[in-house]
Structure formats: C-alpha cells, structure tokens
C-alpha cells in the first residue's frame, strides 16, 4: 500500500528518550500508526508486523491503529525506526524530508530489530 | 593560453576543495595559487597536475581547463569576470558565485548553487544543476542580477530563486519552487515545473511543460501565443498573496492544479 | 604591581580643564597615580593626541535584541570577516557584528566604556551574558520601564515612592544602570498593534499618559539619587513634524540636579522633524537646540545617520513597524510582558533620498547649532544611523566645513531648502570633540565619580592615544587625516593595560560591568509587597525567584550604591 | 530537601515552577512537571564512566585518557564537526564554539534538523514575535499549525496559551478562539474551535491562499485548496482579522515537510499581513530545552545561528552546505564530536552511518543511539539536574537552570574547556 510516511514527537516518546536502547523505546518508537481501514486492507491487526519501505530502505515496524491518522498515512514517532528510512537529501536546506517520505507499506513475518540491531547495521557496536 | 588542470588522486577524496582562485585572471601571474582542502591551505600544485600551453598578455584571452574528479571542487569561477573556464566533468558546489564576465563551461553536472549571486557571463552546463541553481545568498533580498545560465538537463530545487534580472534556461525539468521571490529578469523552464515562482513580485517565467502544483493565488489573466515555438500559453498574474506584478506563462495543454 | 609610563602625551581632558598640554601620565595597577618607579613600563606617544578612553552613552551592542539583529542578518555576517588571529578571535558582521566585532573595532577606534542602549529586565541575563564576551569595554545597562506595568500603575496613583520603589527593585534584579524610556506609553499600547501620537494621549487600559510616565520617573530618579538621569526616546520617533512632541516633552523636565542633567534626550536628530508628511519633512533642529541652549537640565545625542546600508533596532516596536510598511524589507517584532517591545528592520540611508539627506543634515545642525559641546554628544544610535566604525567621519564633518560642503554639493537637491546646514559656519575644535567624544558622556552617565573620562589622578587608566599631532594637523583642511587618526589608535589602553595597537588586540579583555544597587526603606521595597508579588507570579510568565540576574553573569560587577531620599 | 521553582530542561518551554524533592544525590518526587519532566527527572540513568571502543567490544577509560585521545582526534582531522549542544548550558556551547574556531571545524547544533528552517525563513523576513507572556495575558485567537503540542510540548497550552489565565483574558477558555491546522486528527486537534485539515504537503498553498484573502483577492482562490474549502479559509481570515491579538504556533509540520523554510516564510508573511489589520505575532514551538540558546550563543560568537564553517578560519555559513546532514551525506568530515545529543537516531540513516566511519566521540550523560557508533562516549553532567547554567526558552527568554543534586560527574564544560586547553592552551576561551 502506498503511504505517506509521516513522523512527529509524542509523550511516550519522550519519556524514554533518554534510555534509546531499551525495551520500552523500542516498542514506542517501532510503532507504525495506521488508519484502522488502511488495517483492515493490509488484512492485518494490531501488533502485527509491517515492512515499510522508502527509497532510502526499509524497516519492520509494528502496526497499530490509530483514528486520528488519514488514510494512505503512516506515522511514526521520530527516531532511528523512522529514520533508517528517511532519506538524507535535504534539497539544499540542510533538513531531511521527515514529514513527507512516499513510503510502501506491507505486512511481514519478519522481527522488529533493536535499536542497538539498527546501529549496529550501519557499522556500530552497541556498548 | 590554456591552463590544464586535472586532478590528483587524494587520500581523502570526500573533503571538499574550496578554489576560488581557479579564474583565469589569477594565472596571467602563474600557477602558484592557493585552494583549501577541508581547513587545510594547499598548493595548486599538491591537489593537481598542471599544464600551461601557450602564453596569454591578457587575461581575457585565458582558458582554464579542468578535468578528472572536480566533482567535490567548489567556487570555481568566482567572481571571475573574464576569459573562459571549461569543466569536463562535474562540478562542486558554488561554481560561478558573483562573477560577472566571460564563460563557464561545464560538460558534466553542476552541483547546488550554480551561478550564485552572478552579474554577468555566461554559464552552460551541459548535465544537470543541483539545488539553487542560479540563485543567492541566504537573507539577501536579490539573487542573480545578471548574465546568462543555461542548463540542458535538469535543475533541482529553488531554482533561481530571487532571481533579480538576467536569463536563467533550463532545457529540462525543475524540482518545487523554480522562480520563488523572483523579482525580475527571465526563467524559461522547457521541461516541467512544480509550484512555480510562489511569493514572485515581478520578472517573467515561461513554462513549457506540466506545472504541478500550481499555486492558487496566480490570476489567469489571457493567453498568449509564443510565435517561436508555435505554442499557446496561458498567462498568469502574481503572486496575489504578495503585491505580484510578475507574469508566468505556462503552455496551455497539460495543466494540473 | 604593574606600572606603566605614557610620556609626551598631547593630553585633551576636559574635565580637569586640560586642553592640548604636552604631559606625562602615571599608571599603577590600572588608575592614574602620581609618579611611577623606573621599572614602569614606557609609551612615548611622541606628542600625538591623547585622549581619556571613548565612551558611547548611547550604542545597541548586547542582548536579545541586537543578536536577534544578528541572527537575522547572514547577508551582513559576509562583510567584515576576520580569521583568529593572536588574541583576537574570529569576527563576523558589519552593521551588526559579532560581541567581539563589536568590541575589537570599538578599541581600535580607542572606545574603552559602552553603554547599551536598552535591555528589557525580563532578558537581562542574556545582556550581562553579551557584556562578557565583549570584553575590552565597561559596560551599563540602561533598563526599560516604558511599558512597565508597576511602574504605570504607580504613576497613575500618583505615587512617586512608589515608582521609584520598582525601578530599584528591577535596577537590582536586572543589573541594570540607569532608567531607559522608549516611546513611554506607546511600546504598551503596540501590545495592541497601537501606538501613542502625543504625550498627553492615555495608554490603553492604563490610564496614565507618556507625559506623567516621564515626568514621574524624572522625580523618581532623583529620589534615588540614581548616578545617570532618565534616559529617554521620545515618543514619535521618525515621523515627520515630531519635533513638536520634542518640545513638548522638553518642557516638561524640572532642572533637579546640579551635578547633572535632568533628563537625557537621545538620538535627536530622529525627533527634529518638521513637515506633516515624507514629501515636506524638514529640519527643525533650529527650534530644537533653541530649546536646548536655554535649559541646561537637557542633554542630548545626536543620533547622526550616515550614508550606507544598516540596522535599525530599537525597544519602540510600533515605529519599526511603520518603517516596514515603507521599506518592505524584513521585519522582526518581539514585545516583551509587562515591560516594553523591540522592532528591528534593516534599511539603507541613501544620498538618492530626499528624507535620508535632511536626517543627515539635521544631525549634523543640531550638534553645530548647540552652544555647549557638553549638551550634544557624538553618536549614531549604531547601528539605527549608521554602524560605530563612522564615528571618525562624523568628527570630520564637524570639524571642516569644506568637508561638509563637499559632501552636501552630492546630496538630493532639496537638503539645501528643508536645512540650514549650508548655512553653518563653525568648525568644532579637538577640546569640543574631546567633550561630545567621552567627557560629556562621563559626566552625563555619571561615571566621572568612578573614575571614567577624565585623566586625573585616582582615575581609570582607560586612555586612547591617537596617530594625530594637533599641531601640526588642520582639521578644516586636512580633515581626511582626523577621519584616519581616530579610525584607528596608536594605543588604547585599559585599566593600565594596552590593549590594542595600531588596531591590532594584544591581550584578552577583561572588562567591568557597572550597575546600581538604589537602596530604598524596608517598608516600600517590592519584594515585601504581597500585591506586587502576587501580579508578577500570577502575569509574567516566569517565577519572581528565577527573574533576577545572579551575581555570577557579572564576572566583573562594579555595584554602585546609592541611598534613596525616601 | 525540597526545591522550589526548579527550571524543567526537558523541552523549549522551560517551565520553571517544579518543585523537587530529593535525597541526597537522588531525585524522590517531582511536582507540577509534565510527565516528561518528570522522566527527565526521575529515570535518569547514566552511562558510569567514559567508555572506548576497541577490538573485543568497550573498554572503561579515564577521564584524562579519553579527554587526551578526543583532543588527538581532533587535532588530526582535516574537516571535523562538532554537533549537538541543544540539551546543555550555554557555557558548554560557548566553549565548543571556541574550540570549532581553533580547528577549522564546522560546528552545528540541532536546529540543523528541527528549526533550521524556520531560521532560514527569519533570515528572509524577519519575525513579528513576542514572549510567551504577551500571548498569555492578550490573545483571543490562537493558532498552533503544523504541531501538536499535547504530545511535544504538554504544558504550553496550560501555562501560556489556551488555558492560561490572562490579564486582558481572565476567563482563557471561553474567551479565546483556538485553530488548528494539520493533516491528521491529534489530542491538539480535538481541543480546537475550528479544525483546518490539509492534504500533505499543502501548507504553503494554503498559507499562500490565507495571505491573498486578507489582502482582499479572494475572488482569485479555488473553492478548494490542498483539502480545505475556500468557505473555511474565508471564515479564519475573518477570525484572525477580527482578532484583538492573534498568535500562530508553529512545529515541524511546517519545517519538515516539503518546501520547508517556505512553508515558514509563508506563515511569517501571513502574520506581516495580518498585522496590518491588528496585533499578530508567530512563534515556533522549540524542541530541546536549549536549542534556542544554542542559536543564541553560536550568533553572538559568529553572527550565524546554526551550521557554522570555519575550515577557512572565518566563518561561513550555508544551510544545505555546512549542516550536519549534509556533511555526513556526503561523506565530507573525517571526524565528530557529538555533545549533548543522539544523531545516530535522528539522523536519517546514510548521515548517521557516516559516523561509524570515523572517529566519533560523544559527550552525554546518557548511553544512547550515537555510542554504538562512536569510539569514544565520556558521560557528564545533565544541565539542569546536576549542572547549573544558562538556556533559553523558546521565546527568547534566557533562565537559569539550576543545579538539584549532585552525582560526582564532571560538567561537560570542563571536559570541555580540558579538551580545548588540550589543543590550544594559549587563549582560554
């Protein structure tokens, strides 16, 4: 399903902000938003994995519902879910595309990685 | 005389080179100049082999050829005012800031800020510019006031943007915003065009292909026949949520808003 | 102990009455002493000009006003670029540059005291945080109280105890120096978009007048025996025929101090307008400094604008938003709670501009028509009229009516009608410039007592030393080598330090900043006042406890204290 | 013990009324905060000591040993960057601003990816703002658009805007209008009076399309513009027209999504327009604690806000050229300090991917995305719970955090200023 990726800050986010390589940020931050249709559609439920994919890559997420999100929408909360697939062009602005990606949504068998799995898919080691 | 320039290998081939010294006037003296390679000071000599053919009395009569890896070689020809600089490759960033004679030639891609703040010359890139093609300084309320920038591929965003006078052609297409703050001078887009000359406040634009996104505070104000190319255009006022004297042309086939 | 000898100094000091004697001067640990051992340090300033340190009493250099002039101008960042160099950091900026910008080329220039302009008290700590790191200048504070709501409550219960009671609270909690006025009346009314046209029209909601704000904080002012006066930016400022307001507002102050003026009037020249609209504005500096002459209890600034491109930024947000709707260029706005505004916008003054060529006029008349140079000091208003560094071709002008003359025959034709300027014939001397230059800003801040403008012995060794010989210099011939020997000081030396040579910087700075602590009676101080108290943590929007500026963000505080007659 | 009015460092509100008790070197109880005030307080779990990254994984290191072997990093590089300082005092910052200008180092803070773009935009005209005590006391029109400050910023509706007792609004609910604008229903957009939903991506056609109404063109605009009927647009211009005092709220809806600084510009020049009618004024809503002083700070210094290049030995400043972003991206800097920040997960991923290239080091109380990346993580003090120093609010307004308890750990300025001497040694900063 085509999406527009969309990313943006929220409370619990927020809280565990400061502990990036736990469980609980893990979970929050993994969450991929959907109208409940958009759902319905993908023939998926809440907690289900998808596999959100964008020019820059993709990344499995865990859908959950949510009323207030449009339809052909997602919405993850910033941070390294959202940004293993965000694009780093900036159009001569210095500022990623974090709230406008086109972004392909399907559902997946595969596991939500850890945020110390994501850094360490780009050469890091988690300490 | 002709100045070749071509690049050496580098250890570090991402760092970016600054060589606002690579104008043609600057070798009527020689070639002992100086570029910066990241926050180092270099020699001309340590970052390129240099031939020199011919000799030259005057600088207009200079030709400064540059081949390799330029690609990462930023604010070449700025504020050049004569002779001609020919780039067989790609170019970095800032080619051409301020200058205000003579000729650019670039047979490959230019990157962002082509042409900057430019006054007079010429410059013809043959690939594609980057962003800000043609364009000016943050917080600088002009942007290009004059000369020529000719693009046959593709510009990307905000292309000349403030443009203030002079010719901006684009064989290809644009990204979003091609024209913004444009206050003056002539933009022809041959190619498509998204949200074209938004907040424009005078100058001409003429768009040959599809416009996306057009904004919704242009006023259709007639049509025109373009005789050269036998096309008809629909001409629009604006922009009206600025005090918009400026005219945008747009063919009138294919239009989506 | 470090000593220092200047020998062969051309001293102008003109509040010891000193002018052009060929001296020594003797330096310890920073003040003027009588004599030094033969281990002192030697400068032979070879008989060149040799003046106490430049001090501006009227300059926007620090705080959230002039950096948002800053953050606002990458354009202006690109001109006046200097590497690190020795001890001199990087620099950026022309009109509005960097505190260190600011500071290098002010000490260059031999200016070893500022006075910023305006600091509103809820953003004190960024000032003081400013004031740190433009380290080669004292630095004083003058303290907004034009739309202060205390401060209008008490004028409209007639309670000058009162008033005075808040602006030494607030002096105390901003660091503050000396009570700043800008456009009385009208910075509230432009919480509303509104802005006051007379002196005697009621800020909305608060039914007080500019008149009585003003002429309550003059009699406050005194009753806390402040060292400066009140400070005032008329209202109306720039707008053709304001002149009158002038008057008006001129009329209204009591001469009450015999040590000093009464009353401050700044930048001037932007309040000496005649004319109804920007098509028949003209000059009224005449009727202006007429009114000066006669009432000592005044002392004003010039204002002078000079020809180029700058900044204009003030406290008076209402006026900086009728400038916008005339240049359409940016615009930044930023009201500050229960206390005043900002407006900033940039503009370029052009010879090709009728209005821009009698302003430049009329500055230039009011400082050539005032009788006493003590009564009309040298300024800009930098960057409102033109950026510090042109303070030396201002000199020049006032010093060579060739030089003004030739630089009329390039202006817009009608200057000569709307002015009087062809008309002038005086020429200041070095002793009036020395005056308009740093004496009478010393003894009109009130910093004379600390040691400040003058060279006499106990004083701060803050000396400026010019590449100029007065004897040998005719300033209305030669004006082009005046406007080149104070662009640029052989020596400025700061508390006994030389700290810039040939406009070069040579050492770290290490400034002091001054401040008054008005000691009020127990029974009238605010932080007792439960009603006081109760508005402030109810409307401002940061708690009464975290307001005042802790002593750490003045590394070098220098409390002046005084007792109030309350 | 217990504090009174303790400073929040969390976000750009810094509220400063908490109260907080402690024990000894620890944090019991927090009141009055926000719930993530009170995480910033109460889970606050640090790195112990600086770490290095070897071959056989960390290793725990010295100070001394870490700070020596960051300023040899540094001391090598041809084009190092040093980025973060939004989460810390204004001291740290100034410190690394000094030590960017003795490398030759391009220095850039957060706003880099939050509101750089709106800098960009003042940078084009301007910004009729206020402090947060102006809206407070006087406006009857509120507009947050492209922002949701239920989640990102919990208190500002309770403590300056539409539940906030004012002077001139004694009864703040029921006398001010509240609007909101963006492309998803939130907790922001339920509480609003007139809900604007736009089509992504539509800002500026919309904004563009507000500033022609109030300029009286409406005659020109569509009956729909990107998803909103021209029948809403008309009734919020006469809203904000009618208005006593408006003020627009604006977050990354506007500065992240496409067009960017002109979505920005667009709403700037909207409030222009509407202050020709009556009072308006436009305010973003900053993120981090102190990335407003981090802009503060780096413009009193070097005249430029944010992505400041001195690899020529003054400063250049190009957005688009010298950010963090776009250094990473294209591969451009042989070596990073990060302070007081996690790139590794706010940066898209080819920008973060660069740091693990490189010699990276972070200066952080916390462990976070970044160490994995890094070579080196030196742990410090958090400004605001164990540091004192300055920040500034969103507004402008400069407040000092306070320092609540004491955890042994170094300040990050005085690694800092070590690191510095380290390098230099002649001029202290």
């Known amino acids: 399903m085509r999406c527009i990726l969309n990313t943006g800050r929220s409370v619990p986010q927020g809280t565990a902000v400061e502990h990036k390589l736990s469980d609980v940020y893990r979970s929050i931050a993994s969450a991929c938003f959907l109208n409940p249709v958009d759902l319905m559609i993908l023939g998926i439920e809440d907690g289900d994995r998808v596999r959100v994919t964008t020019p820059a890559g993709y990344v499995i997420l865990t859908a959950r519902p949510a009323e207030g999100v449009a339809r052909n929408e997602c919405f993850v909360t910033i941070g390294p879910y959202a940004n293993h697939i965000i694009s780093s062009e900036t159009q001569g602005t210095g500022m990623p595309d974090f709230k406008s990606q086109d972004a392909d949504v399907e559902p997946t068998e595969e596991a939500v990685k850890s945020v110390g799995e994501l850094m360490e898919a780009i050469g890091g080691v988690r300490p | 005389m002709r100045v070749i320039l071509e690049s050496k290998v580098r250890k570090k081939p991402s760092l970016p080179i600054e060589a606002e010294a690579i104008i043609p006037r600057n070798f009527l003296k020689g070639t002992d100049l100086v570029v910066f390679e990241g926050n180092k000071e270099r020699t001309l000599s340590e970052l390129f082999w240099i031939f020199v053919e011919g000799t030259a009395v005057s600088p207009e009569n200079i030709e400064v050829v540059l081949k390799g890896d330029t690609s990462r070689i930023k604010r070449v020809g700025e504020y050049m005012d004569t002779g001609t600089i020919l780039i067989e490759g790609d170019i970095g960033m800032h080619c051409g800031n301020f200058m205000s004679g003579g000729t650019i030639e670039i047979r490959g891609s230019a990157d962002a800020w082509l042409g900057r703040e430019m006054r007079g010359g010429t410059i013809v890139c043959r690939g594609n510019a980057g962003h800000y093609c043609a364009t000016g300084y943050r917080g600088e309320k002009k942007g290009m006031q004059g000369g020529t920038v000719e693009v046959f591929g593709n510009a990307g965003d905000f292309c000349a943007e403030y443009l203030a006078g002079g010719t901006v052609h684009i064989h290809g297409h644009t990204g979003d915003f091609p024209g913004v703050e444009m206050r003056g001078g002539e933009l022809l887009i041959e190619g498509d065009a998204t949200r074209p000359c938004g907040n424009m406040k005078n100058g001409s634009c003429v768009i040959l292909g599809t416009v996306h996104d057009l904004l919704p505070t242009f006023e259709k104000s007639g049509t025109h026949l373009l005789p050269e190319r036998n096309l008809e255009m629909d001409v629009y006022t604006g922009d009206v949520a600025n005090r918009g004297k400026g005219t945008m042309m747009v063919a009138s086939r294919a239009l989506r808003r | 102990m470090t000593e220092l000898w200047v020998k062969n100094a051309c001293v102008i000091d003109p509040i010891r009455g000193i002018n052009g004697e060929i001296m020594d001067i003797a330096i310890r640990d920073g003040r003027i002493v009588e004599s030094v051992s033969d281990r002192a340090d030697v400068i032979d300033a070879h008989r060149c000009l040799t003046l106490p340190g430049g001090i501006d009493s009227h300059t926007h250099v620090s705080g959230t006003k002039v950096n948002f002039g800053r953050y606002m101008s990458p354009e202006d960042m690109r001109a006046g670029r200097t590497k690190r160099r020795g001890k001199m950091h990087v620099t950026s900026g022309y009109y509005v540059p960097t505190t260190f910008g600011n500071s290098y080329r002010y000490s260059a220039m031999g200016y070893t005291t500022l006075l910023e302009g305006a600091m509103a008290p809820l953003e004190a700590r960024h000032t003081h945080e400013e004031f740190t790191a433009t380290p080669h200048q004292d630095m004083l504070a003058n303290t907004l109280f034009d739309g202060n709501w205390a401060v209008m409550d008490a004028v409209r219960e007639h309670d000058v105890r009162k008033a005075a009671a808040v602006v030494a609270w607030t002096l105390n909690a901003a660091r503050g120096y000396a009570i700043k006025l800008t456009n009385p009346g009208g910075t509230e009314a432009w919480g509303w978009g509104d802005d006051l046209t007379s002196i005697h029209e009621q800020v909305p909601h608060f039914a007080v007048t500019p008149a009585e704000i003003i002429t309550t904080l003059i009699q406050a002012n005194e009753l806390l025996r402040l060292p400066h006066s009140v400070h005032l930016h008329c209202n109306n400022l720039g707008k053709p025929g304001n002149y009158q307001t002038t008057l008006d507002t001129f009329e209204l102050v009591p001469d009450l101090n015999p040590a000093r003026q009464s009353l401050y009037a700044t930048h001037v020249q932007f309040h000496a307008y005649g004319g109804g609209t920007w098509r028949n504005i003209c000059s009224k500096a005449e ?89 009309c000091l040298l300024e800009t208003d930098n960057p409102n009229g033109a950026p510090f560094v042109k303070y030396p071709e201002i000199i020049g002008l006032l010093m060579s009516k060739r030089y003004r003359d030739e630089e009329c025959a390039t ?119 439960k009603e006081f108290i109760r508005r402030f943590e109810q409307f401002y929007t940061v708690r009464m406890s975290n307001y005042p500026v802790q002593d750490l963000y003045l590394p070098r505080g220098r409390c002046i204290e005084t007792e109030a007659m309350l | 013990m217990i504090e009174q009015d303790v400073v929040c460092p969390f976000c750009g ?229 009618n208005a006593k005092f408006g003020a627009i709220f604006f977050g990354l809806g506007l500065t992240m999504s496409r067009g960017k600084y002109k979505n920005v510009r667009n709403a700037i020049e909207l409030t222009d327009e509407l202050s020709r009618h009556t009072k308006f004024v436009i305010s973003p809503l900053r993120g981090h604690g102190n990335v407003y002083g981090s802009n503060e700070v780096f413009t009193w210094m070097t005249g430029y806000p944010f992505a400041v290049d001195f690899a020529r030995g003054i400063a250049f400043y190009n957005p688009g050229e010298t950010t963090a972003v776009d250094i990473l991206r294209r591969g451009e800097c042989d070596a990073a300090l990060i302070v007081a920040s996690d790139p590794g997960a706010n940066f898209p991923r080819a920008a973060a991917a660069h740091l693990a290239k490189i010699p990276t080091v972070v200066i952080d109380p916390h462990v976070n995305a970044t160490t994995a990346l890094s070579r080196i993580h030196i742990p410090c003090t958090a400004a605001g719970i164990d540091a004192a120093g300055t920040a500034y609010r969103m507004d402008g307004i400069p407040i000092r955090l306070k320092k609540v308890i004491d955890r042994g750990y170094p300040d990050d300025a005085e690694i800092l200023r070590k690191i510095y001497d380290r390098l230099d040694g002649g001029m202290g900063p």
């Open chain 3, 411 to 529: 202006l817009h034709a009608e200057t000569e009608k709307r002015t009087s300027l062809w008309a002038l014939e005086r020429e200041l001397d070095w002793h009036e410039i020395a005056v308009m230059t740093r004496a009478g800003q010393a003894k009109a801040l009130g910093i004379a007592s600390q040691g400040k403008g003058h060279l006499g012995i106990g004083a701060e060794a803050d000396i400026a030393i010019y590449p100029i010989r007065t004897d040998m210099v005719d300033p209305a011939r030669e004006y082009r080598k005046v406007v080149e020997g104070f662009q640029k000081t052989r020596y400025t030396i700061k508390r006994g330090r030389v700290v810039s040579r040939d406009g070069e910087i040579i050492v770290d700075g290490a400034n002091a900043t001054f401040w008054v602590n008005a000691k009020v009676p127990e029974d009238i101080r605010m932080e007792n006042d």
């Open chain 3, 287 to 375: 009727e202006i400094t007429r009114s000066i002459n006669s009432k000592p209890q005044i002392v004003m600034d010039m204002g002078q604008i000079m020809f180029c491109r700058t900044m204009t930024m003030t406290a008076d947000g209402p006026m900086e938003f009728n400038l916008h709707c005339l240049h359409h260029n940016k615009w930044s706005n930023h009201d500050v709670e229960l206390e005043t505004g900002s407006g900033i916008i940039p503009v370029t003054y052009s010879k090709k501009s009728a209005v821009n060529c009698i302003m430049w006029a009329i500055g230039l008349e009011l400082a050539l028509l005032t009788k006493s140079p003590w009564q």
């Open chain 4, 13 to 241: 509100c810094l509220c400063d009324d908490l109260e907080i008790e402690t024990d000894g070197a620890r944090i019991v109880r927090v009141k009055n905060g926000c719930s993530l005030a009170e995480a910033t307080f109460m889970n606050d779990t640090r790195l112990p000591a600086p770490i290095r990254r070897t071959e056989a994984g960390w290793e725990e290191i010295s100070y001394d040993e870490a700070i020596s072997e960051t300023a040899e990093i540094l001391r090598e590089a041809d084009r190092p960057l040093l980025y973060g300082w939004s989460s810390t005092h204004g001291e740290t910052q100034s410190i690394g601003v000094h030590i960017a200008e003795l490398i030759g180092a391009v220095i850039d803070n957060t706003s880099t990816v939050c509101h750089g773009p709106s800098i960009l935009a003042i940078q084009e005209v301007g910004h009729p703002g206020c402090t947060l005590g102006q809206v407070k006391n006087r406006a009857d029109v509120i507009i947050y658009w492209g922002c949701n400050p239920v989640e990102a910023h919990p208190r500002h509706m309770s403590r300056y805007t539409t539940f906030a007792t004012g002077f001139f609004v004694p009864e703040a609910q029921r006398e001010r209008t509240v609007i909101v604008v963006d492309t998803r229903r939130t907790d922001t957009t339920n509480i609003a009076d007139e809900f604007v939903q736009i089509e992504h991506g539509g800002d500026y056609a919309v904004l563009s399309a507000l500033r022609a109404i109030v300029r009286g063109k409406a005659h020109v605009i569509p009956a729909s513009v990107a998803g909103v009927a021209k029948e809403q647009l008309v009734r919020i211009a006469e809203i904000c027209k």
